[in-house]
């Protein structure tokens, strides 16, 4: 077998948003993580939605391409 193949396994240090924190093995080469999402955030684990701005996104698309209904922005 080839020296020096594989990454080095070491202990890493997960610090989720909601403050706790728990430890595991990685090849990430530092010794503390911490994600923008996790479980304690995200709405799929959550529960929470998140809405978006869609008529913002209809006026801006309107405004670039024009409907027609208001006359041509170019």
Known sequence: MKDDLHPEYDTLTVQL????????????EQDEYEPDVDSTNHPFYTGRRQYVDTAGRVEKFRQRYGTGDEGEDE
């Open 17 to 28: 948003s909601d403050g706790s924190s728990f430890q595991t093995r990685s090849t990430m």
